[in-house]
C-alpha cells in the first residue's frame, strides 16, 4: 500500500495534468484533437503579419500566410466564403486597406484581394452584417463605415464623433451598430438607416476611463463594455442608452463577447485568464487560466466555444464554454490578436 501511494505522488510530480482535466488540456500539444464545430479558425500575427488558417474539424494548420504591415481585426462573413482582414498599420505606416482571405472553392484558403479604402485610415473594429456587407471603425476620421464586398469599395459612411473609436458591434437585427470610443469615453449607438440622419447617433458618457473591448447581448438588450484601465466592465441599456451596471473585475479586460444572454465572456490580458461573468447576477463565476497574454477572442458559429488569441505565447486556445475547459492549442504567428472563426462555405 505504501509502494502505490509513493507510486501516485511520483506520477503527480511527473504528469501534474492527470486527474485535472482541465490542466490537461491546456498541456495538449499544438493542434490536439477535439470536437470542435467545422469551419476555418484565423490568427493574425500582429508582429510579423502572419495569417494562420487552422481547419478547426481537423486541427491542422492548412495556411500559413502573410499580410501586409501589423493586421488587427478580423471578420468572418455569415457564409463562411471569406475573412476579411483590417490592415491598421503601426507606427510607422497608417494602414488604410482590407485584405480578403478567401475560403472557398478548391484552391485552398488564399489571400484573394486589397481593397483600399481612403480617406478612412485605420480601419480596426469590425463586423458583418450579412455576406455582402461589412462595417469597419475608421479611428482617425471618427467614422462608421461600410463595405461592398462585391464592389471592393466603401459605399456608406457616418460620424460618430468620438475619439478613437476602436471596436464595433451590432445586435442581432443588423440595424443598430455600438462603438466604444476610447478617448472620449463613451459608447454611441448609430441606426443602420439608409439614409443616417443626424438623429440617428446617440452618445452615451461613460463613468469609467479607455473603454476598449465591447459584445451585445444576443437579444440586443444590453451592451457590456471593458475599461481596459481600471478593470471595470460597464452595462448599457441598448434602448434607453443609460447606463444599468457597473462590476468591478480587475485587470486588464480586452475584449468581450456574449454566448447567451445570460453569460459574458472577458478575456483578461495582464491576469491571463477568461473571465466568466453571470450577467443577470452581475458577477464573476469563474475565472479559467489560459496564460500569457489573451487578447482577442472569437465565437464558434454555434456559441459552444470561444477561441482566444495568446499574445505573449504565440497560440490560440479553444474553450468549451460549457465545460470551462481549455480542449485545444494551436501554434500561430508572433503577437497574435486578431482571430475569426468562420463557418464551412456554403454549398
Excluded at 119 to 147: I, Q
Excluded at 170 to 179: G, I, K, P, S
Excluded at 278 to 285: F, M, Q
Aim: charged content about 20%; hydrophobic content about 45%; some cysteine.
Amino acid at each position: 500500500m505504501q509502494r502505490l501511494a509513493a507510486c501516485l505522488v511520483l506520477l503527480a510530480a511527473l504528469f501534474p495534468s492527470l486527474g485535472n482535466p482541465a490542466l490537461a488540456q491546456a498541456d495538449a500539444p499544438p493542434g490536439a484533437p477535439a470536437v470542435l464545430p467545422p469551419g476555418h479558425l484565423v490568427v493574425l500575427g500582429q508582429a510579423d503579419a502572419s495569417v494562420t488558417v487552422i481547419d478547426t474539424a481537423t486541427g491542422k494548420t492548412v495556411a500559413s500566410l502573410e499580410a501586409a504591415v501589423a493586421p488587427h481585426e478580423a471578420v468572418a462573413l455569415p457564409d463562411g466564403s471569406s475573412v476579411w482582414i483590417m490592415l491598421y498599420g503601426d507606427r510607422q505606416t497608417i494602414g488604410s486597406e482590407l485584405l480578403e482571405l478567401r475560403l472557398d472553392g478548391d484552391e485552398g484558403p488564399r489571400l484573394a484581394r486589397t481593397c483600399d479604402v481612403a480617406p478612412f485610415s485605420r480601419p480596426h473594429g469590425c463586423a458583418a452584417a450579412d455576406p455582402k456587407h461589412l462595417w469597419f471603425t475608421s479611428e482617425t476620421t471618427r467614422n462608421l463605415v461600410r463595405f461592398d464586398v462585391a464592389t471592393g469599395r466603401v459605399d456608406r459612411a457616418v460620424g460618430h464623433g468620438g475619439g478613437a473609436g476602436h471596436m464595433v458591434a451590432l445586435d442581432a437585427a443588423h440595424d443598430r451598430a455600438f462603438v466604444a470610443n476610447i478617448v472620449s469615453r463613451d459608447v454611441v449607438r448609430l441606426a443602420l438607416t439608409p439614409s443616417f440622419a443626424p438623429d440617428s447617433v446617440l452618445r452615451r458618457a461613460l463613468d469609467d476611463p479607455a473603454p476598449e473591448g465591447l459584445a451585445v447581448t444576443p437579444s440586443g438588450a444590453e451592451v457590456w463594455l471593458g475599461h481596459r484601465q481600471n478593470g471595470v466592465l460597464a452595462v448599457v441599456d441598448a434602448k434607453s442608452m443609460e447606463l444599468s451596471g457597473r462590476l468591478e473585475i480587475g485587470g486588464l479586460p480586452f475584449r468581450l463577447c456574449c454566448p447567451s444572454d445570460e453569460l459574458v465572456l472577458v478575456t483578461d490580458a495582464t491576469g491571463g485568464t477568461l473571465v466568466f461573468v453571470d450577467a443577470p447576477a452581475r458577477e464573476v463565476t469563474a475565472r479559467v487560466a489560459l496564460g500569457d497574454t489573451p487578447t482577442g477572442m472569437t465565437l464558434s458559429p454555434d456559441r459552444r466555444f470561444v477561441a482566444v488569441s495568446m499574445a505573449g505565447e504565440n497560440a490560440a486556445v479553444v474553450v468549451d464554454v460549457t465545460s470551462r475547459e481549455v480542449v485545444a492549442r494551436y501554434d500561430v504567428g508572433q503577437n497574435p490578436d486578431g482571430i475569426a472563426w468562420a463557418p464551412p462555405p456554403a454549398g
